[in-house]
């Protein structure tokens, strides 16, 4: 049974940095690519792209180029979204997803979420 | 590149059917069958529905059915239940090989 499991809320400042967590458990991590999912309150949900976690290579949907790094810790199973600069825009609940065996372009297993404020 | 076409909102009452529409063109929608839908309910994360058009996952109800034709794909909720309340995505795989999502539809039960 697949797992993943995202960090805590994090509330930051104008033009600080957060870096949200996802941790993967019950399957093996290379073998599926991860998705990241930005969802403003009240809004709907924007893919933000995804990291290849068998290269680590990221690929960067359009909007979420320049400020947004997806990243990885292979030995411990987890993906990280890094958003630099942040300002009040920023401010949603992030996801991070994979596919599942068989399902191809759908996130199957999603993690809980990840709030991320950003306030003076 | 803009979000697929949902209607923001859609009721229905217990036991009625009911189906949610997902506009988009040649370039996502139309041209792949990788056609998705999410079910997300206040507060949680979304639930994987449908995948690749017409496929439930495992322990999703057969309630449940997806369809397309041309660059429209459909959600159908038969048997409506109070607790199919809630919104709807879609998704779809596009050519630029990005995902795309519907702006999302809020289905009431009456």
């Known amino acids: 049974q697949a797992l993943l499991v995202q960090s805590g809320s994090e509330l930051r400042k104008p033009g600080a940095s957060v870096k949200v967590s996802c941790k993967a458990s019950?399957?093996?991590?290379?073998?599926?690519?991860m998705n990241w999912m930005r969802q403003a309150p009240g809004q709907g949900l924007e893919w933000m792209g995804w990291?290849?976690?068998?290269?680590?290579?990221?690929t960067y949907a359009q909007g979420f180029t320049g400020r947004f790094v997806f990243s990885l810790d292979k030995s411990v199973s987890t993906a990280y979204l890094q958003i630099n600069s942040l300002t009040a825009e920023d401010t949603a609940v992030y996801y991070c997803?994979?596919?599942?065996?068989?399902?191809?372009?759908?996130?199957?297993?999603w993690g809980q979420g990840t709030l991320v404020t950003v306030s003076s | 590149q803009s979000a697929l076409t949902q209607p923001a909102s859609l009721s229905g009452s217990p036991g009625q059917s009911i189906t949610i529409s997902c506009t988009g063109t040649?370039?996502?929608?139309?041209?792949?069958?990788?056609v998705s839908w999410y079910q997300q309910h206040p507060g949680k994360a979304p639930k994987l529905m449908i995948y690749?058009?017409?496929n439930r996952p495992s322990g999703i109800s057969n309630r449940f059915s997806g369809s397309k034709s041309g660059n429209t794909a459909s959600l159908t909720i038969s048997g409506l239940q109070a607790e199919d309340e809630a919104d709807y995505y879609c998704?779809?795989?596009?050519?630029?090989?990005?995902?795309?999502f519907g702006g999302g539809t809020k289905l009431t039960v009456l």
């Open positions: 997803a994979r596919e599942g065996s068989g399902i191809t372009a759908a996130a199957r297993d």
């Open positions: 019950g399957y093996s991590f290379t073998y599926y690519g």
């Open positions: 990291i290849n976690t068998n290269t680590g290579d990221p």
């Open positions: 040649s370039s996502d929608v139309g041209g792949y069958n990788y």
């Open positions: 690749e058009v017409n």
């Open positions: 998704s779809s795989y596009t050519s630029m090989s990005t995902w795309m």
